[in-house]
């Protein structure tokens, strides 16, 4: 079946800016999940949502905000882009039930690249 | 605050060689440990993973060795192959928690030289 599927690849935007990331999670998998992925911090969570509803928050400023549609399909946008904010943006899926399922493979896509300038 | 503390940072094996890597936790809710392997341009995938009801876990050259009692778990890379340069995460979640989130260990790149 189909992975983890991330648009675009790679993105370029001026500090200020703002952008959307777009995230498809493998056919039947109703959590979505997203990570920032830096040489210095490595991978870190961002949210978590599950059934349009979001789940789970990192510790991350309002500008970096998620949603969820009903195809289980999910997007984040990060708002007024910084260049701390550039980074490789990780999207995983899971199976989960409404409750628990925490021990359950999470698949990543491939990412993306954002780089801010 | 770091829950996953990850070592070493990078490492360098003989191809046939054995490739030990650390991670100590500190929340004591977390009972599914994973092992992601990320190579250059792709996504962390899964390798392995452990619940804390066993203390090893064996999948053909991997292995997890888990040590309840000093929060500690380590993945072992035996007959390290060139193949095997990547980069490994370790990772925790509280599986009994009602949203899934994988609290990750900052990495080790390996590189195994033929």
């Known amino acids: 079946k189909a992975g983890v599927t991330q648009t675009p690849r790679y993105l370029i935007k001026t500090r200020g800016q703002q952008v959307t990331l777009s995230c498809s999670p493998i056919s039947g998998h109703r959590s979505v999940s997203w990570y920032q992925q830096t040489p210095g911090q490595g991978l870190q969570f961002l949210f978590e949502y599950f059934s349009e509803t979001q789940r789970n928050k990192g510790n991350f400023p309002g500008r970096f905000s998620g949603r969820q549609f009903s195809n289980s399909r999910s997007e984040m946008n990060v708002s007024t882009l910084e260049l701390g904010d550039s980074a490789l943006y990780l999207c995983?899926?899971?199976?989960?039930?409404?409750?628990?399922?925490?021990?359950?493979?999470?698949?990543f896509g491939q990412g993306t690249r954002l780089t801010v300038v | 605050q770091q829950q996953v503390k990850q070592s070493p940072q990078s490492l360098i094996v003989q191809k046939g060689g054995i490739s030990i890597i650390n991670c100590a936790y500190e929340n004591t809710a977390f009972d599914y440990f994973p092992w992601y392997q990320q190579f250059p341009g792709k996504g962390p995938a899964l390798l392995i993973a452990i619940r804390p009801d066993v203390s090893e876990k064996k999948e053909g050259r991997f292995t997890i060795s888990f040590n309840k009692s000093a929060k500690q778990f380590s993945l072992h890379i035996m007959d390290s192959q060139p193949g095997d340069s990547a980069t490994y995460f370790c990772a925790a979640s509280n599986s009994g928690g009602s949203n899934y989130k994988l609290t990750f260990g900052k990495g080790t790149l390996l590189t195994v030289n033929p």
């Open positions: 995983a899926s899971t199976w989960s039930s409404g409750t628990g399922g925490g021990n359950t493979e999470a698949f």
